[in-house]
């Protein structure tokens, strides 16, 4: 089991996190004319970074989105941080 920390609730564990998505990865756009394959891409394709990765994370129980800075390698935490700014 592993201990994330929520930059709202502090640590918790990591049962309690859905993976959300890849950073900087930006929706193909405008969505009703992008082809098939392209939206397939998007859906279902993510990079697969080796070492640090910057991700985003949604803590389930208190609903809030934040970044995640994760070590695909060791699977350790090595910052968070939130989405929001006005929250810190
Ligand atoms: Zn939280």
């Known amino acids: 089991m592993q201990i994330f920390k929520c930059p709202f609730c502090g640590t918790r564990n990591e049962t309690e996190f859905r993976y959300t998505g890849q950073v900087g990865k930006l929706r ?6 992008i082809e098939e394959g392209e939206w397939a891409k ?38 968070t941080e939130a989405l929001r700014r006005d929250t810190q």
């Open 28 to 33: 193909p756009e405008p969505a009703s004319q």
């Open 42 to 79: 998007y859906v279902h394709f993510t990079e697969n970074v080796r070492g640090p990765s910057r991700e985003i994370w949604t803590h389930m129980t208190c609903g809030e989105v934040f970044f995640m800075t994760r070590d695909s390698q060791t699977m350790r935490v090595l910052a």
